[in-house]
Structures are given as structure tokens and as C-alpha cells.
Nanobody
Framework: QVQLQESGPGLVKPSQTLSLACTVS??????????WNWIRQSPGKGLEWIGY???????YYSPSLKRRASISRDTSKNLFTLQLTTVTPEDTAVYYC??????????????WGQGTQVTVAS
């Protein structure tokens, strides 16, 4: 079975960099038809898509976060990462890593990590 697990510090100081990793089991991050995403949710808000990395290693980002977000991967460890620079308290959220699966008839988010709380505060 496919499992995604987020990890990283739960507290980040303002202006510093948020760094998270997502370890994947049961599927290869270099396999075809999969895209590996970061999504976050703040209290009282809906889900906000941050970006994804494709099997090619190319990454794509939400326009609102493009300046600050960076997604990379380590294929030897079958994980991908998120770095978000110059964070503010508005970046406080639960961060999820999520797989997007694509086929001829069905595509969408099919596997989610459990989420990890990240708080930005001094």
C-alpha cells in the first residue's frame, strides 16, 4: 500500500526557512503518471495548493508562493521535500504531502500523508 509521511520541525521562527520532507513507501517517486504535491491548511481556511514535483524532477508552484517555495527530491531515499523561505505567522498551517494520480479516465489526489503542524512564531 502507498503511504506518505511528513516530517520536520514543528516550530519555525519568522524570516527563517520552513523545511519538510515526505517519505514515500509503496510507490516510486520516479514512476510514471504520478505527481508529488505539497498542500497546506490553516485554521478556518480551506486547502491551499503549494506546488508539486514531477518524475522529471521539474517543480511547479502556486503563483502566490512561487517566490518562496522550493520542492526537490532524493530519489535514492524515495522522498521529496519542501522549503519555504522567509516565513511569517501566516504560514502557520498543517502541511500535507499528497500524491496526484493520472489516468485516461480518472485523475486526482489518491493518497495523503497524515499532515504535520508547523507553527511560525518567535
Amino acid at each position: 500500500q502507498v503511504q506518505l509521511q511528513e516530517s520536520g520541525p514543528g516550530l519555525v521562527k519568522p524570516s527563517q526557512t520552513l523545511s519538510l520532507a515526505c517519505t514515500v513507501s509503496g510507490a516510486s517517486i520516479t514512476a510514471d503518471t504520478f505527481y508529488w504535491n505539497w498542500i497546506r491548511q490553516s485554521p478556518g481556511k480551506g486547502l491551499e495548493w503549494i506546488g508539486y514535483i514531477a518524475r522529471s524532477g521539474n517543480a511547479y508552484y502556486s503563483p502566490s508562493l512561487k517566490r518562496r517555495a522550493s520542492i526537490s527530491r532524493d530519489t535514492s531515499k524515495n522522498l521529496f521535500t519542501l522549503q519555504l523561505t522567509t516565513v511569517t505567522p501566516e504560514d502557520t498551517a498543517v502541511y500535507y504531502c499528497v500524491r496526484w494520480s493520472k489516468s485516461d479516465y480518472v485523475e486526482g489526489y489518491d493518497y495523503w500523508g497524515q499532515g504535520t503542524q508547523v507553527t511560525v512564531a518567535s
